[in-house]
């Protein structure tokens, strides 16, 4: 590389050297120039039409990569913009991220009222690993290293650096040196606690191990894939644990979720914290006379909650499940009280339950039915399997129904709303899935992945303008609107006049006075038409024909994105409990 003669030239240098292939942003003054640098050094830049589902997007392509996702931005309202992922990123815990952001000259001071100006540093110190604005120009390159290291060695989260106008324009002094950053040192346990946990596991009369995107995130699906065979231990994915191990495997109890949970005497939590997806570890989800074992990289997070802190082991996965291999040596657990057998009853009449929900058929369609064919038809057109699909979900009822409907059979091939439950994060994810698996080489699999995301309308709205953003980088990503006209379950007097593409008469006000509910959206919304004016393809779908067809033609257009505008019943099939607070059961 030649030596650089600006700031914004250092900076590119510093993120190839990181061996950065790719950043997601939007720019603005002052970072054209720094955007301009990267794309001439052969960095991509992927242009977004707002900053929230740019860094959304860098965070997840952090998950899919393991290593950071780059976001760059303007300052001010651009970083509060991106904030949105930097809270997404922390919170999620296994999805590292490198804010970059421009901001004024550094002889603006903190309060003089310069264009964009606000004090990001002290705005984001609270909310990152590590956010530095560089005390010179030439120590840029040291503080892109240092956050971006930060980002995801140790407990993966986000590293910001500060781009002062006057940096970014300005010409080194001297020489700088630019290095990298190698893969972050695996640690593993202490040898007293996994002998410990061993025991545990060994005593354990209803054993069960968690399976969390801590260990998706971790990579640890060799690992597991052995450890699980070789202990016979049944398991539990948890939304995006799902694929670690296939979904098909035989020691899968997802669909004995509430069995497994209420009667397991010894779990193991592997890359999954103790929150509202696991019902906080507690009664009457769990057992209350339980022990709870836990292996997570944060210390910090051991021993929360419920876990007995004798059998947390602070360590990286892979490492870890290793070394509890070998304390185990040849020992496989045998089931002396119907545990397995507890465990296929709930499986078969839960599958049966799920089975007889999806042959009913009726107008309008049902979620159960219209995801089982979409499912089919998904598998179908793939060559018979899951292998190369990459599902992303949100929206309460469309990402809680869909989990267990589409199955996976790879780690790392399910996003979703994740820690947070943030709705919005659909589009940027599917774009950060589709440049991570089909532009890059980063995610180490080489077969063409599609990705599908299955988006609530209430969530698909947050983001829509995102639809521009897959034209424009042809990228030929299925969105599914599962649209019932509203938030949650919408409003049972919203179910659009069959026969219609619109409710038309309205004499007694009584779809007007629907719309006037919190929960209520407009289900004639034309999502389809909408993406076509933005530069995709799209269908409006009501019945099981035109979604055969629709599906067919979107999977064979290659330019762009298809977005299927699926009109399904609301008001039922779907609930208005607040499962989240772990009160109901539910179908993660
Ligand atoms: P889930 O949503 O699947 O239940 P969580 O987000 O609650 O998962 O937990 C993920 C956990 O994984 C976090 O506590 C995080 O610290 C941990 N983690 C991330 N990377 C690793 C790793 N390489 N080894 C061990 N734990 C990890």
Known sequence: MASPTNG???????LKSLNVQVIFGIVGIPVIEVAEACIALGIKFVSFRN???????????????????????????????????????????????????GSSETSAGPTKGAFQQL???????????LAVRPPSLEQLPESIRDAYRTAFWGRPGVGFVDLPADFIQGTPKEVVRIAAVDEQPKTGGSIARISALANALRGAKRPLIVVGKGAAYARAEDVLHSFINSTNIPFLPTPQGKGVLPDSHPLNVATARSVALRGADVVLLLGARLNWILHFGEAPKWSPHVRIAQVDISAEELGRGGADPTLCVAGDITEVVSQLSASLGRWRYTDSSNWNQQLSASTVKNLASAAKKAAIVKLPLSY???????????????????????????????????????SVSKPR????AGTYATMGVGL????????????????????????????????????????????????????????NGGVYRGTSDNSPSWGTDVWEADPEGKRANALLTSTALG?????????????GRGWRVK?????????????????????????????SETKLEFNWLGKKDSKL
């Open 51 to 101: 900053e929230q589902a740019a860094s959304y997007a860098a965070s997840a392509y952090g998950f899919l990569t393991g290593r950071p996702g780059v976001c760059l931005v303007v300052g001010g309202p651009g970083i509060l913009h991106a904030m949105a992922g930097v809270g997404n990123s922390t919170v999620n815990a296994t999805f590292p991220m490198l804010l970059l952001a």
């Open 413 to 416: 091939q399910r996003l979703d």
């Open 119 to 129: 004090d990001a540093v002290a705005v984001l110190t609270p909310h990152t690993k």
């Open 368 to 406: 159960h039915r219209s995801f089982t064919l979409l499912k089919d038809h998904l598998e179908a057109l793939s060559g018979g399997s899951s292998d190369d699909l990459v599902y992303v979900s949100e929206g309460a009822n469309t990402m809680d129904i869909s989990r267990s409907i589409f």
């Open 523 to 535: 289900f004639e919304t034309a999502y389809h038409t909408v993406a076509e004016g933005l530069g």
């Open 543 to 571: 019945d099981e024909e035109e979604l055969a067809v629709a599906i067919k033609q979107a999977w064979e257009y290659g330019a762009g994105p298809s977005v299927i505008n699926l009109i399904i019943e609301s008001g």
């Open 428 to 483: 940027g994810y599917a774009i950060a899935a589709e440049i991570a698996y089909n532009h890059t080489h980063e995610t180490g699999t080489t077969s063409r992945k599609r990705i599908i995301a299955i988006e609530g309308d209430s969530a698909f709205g947050f983001s829509l303008p995102e639809i521009e953003t897959m034209s424009r980088y042809k990228l030929p990503i299925i969105v599914i609107v599962v649209n």
């Open 8 to 14: 914004s030239q250092l900076i590119a240098q510093s």
